[in-house]
């Protein structure tokens, strides 16, 4: 399963940690992530608020599913937009 975590701080960086133990998950990307984060997981130069951009990368490299850390993407409606478009996300 390729996953896509949202999010820069010690929370992505938690969650990442985590998904990358897991036998489950093939690639691992965040966006933006941290230099910490990148030790484990490939990081992409989305903001977390930015909503559209968030959508076409999980299309674009046909993420399995997405784990949304900050509260501000959530707010602005990510998690329905990627359901909408057939991707799960937490």
């Known amino acids: 399963m390729d996953v ?3 999010g820069s701080g010690g929370r992505e960086h938690a ?4 998904l990358r ?3 489950l ?3 691992l990307l965040c966006a933006p992530g941290n230099a910490g984060i990148a030790e ?3 990081c992409i130069a989305v903001a977390a608020h ?3 951009a968030l959508v076409e990368l999980a299309r674009s490299e046909r993420i399995d599913f997405v784990v949304i850390g900050p509260e501000a993407p959530l707010v602005a409606g990510l998690a329905d ?3 909408e478009a057939g991707i799960l996300a937490f």
Do not use: F, Q, T
């Open 50 to 52: 930015d909503v559209g």
């Open 21 to 23: 133990r897991s036998p």
């Open 40 to 42: 484990i997981a490939d």
């Open 4 to 6: 896509l975590v949202v």
């Open 15 to 18: 969650l990442c940690w985590a």
């Open 25 to 27: 998950c093939g690639r």
């Open 81 to 83: 937009r990627l359901s």
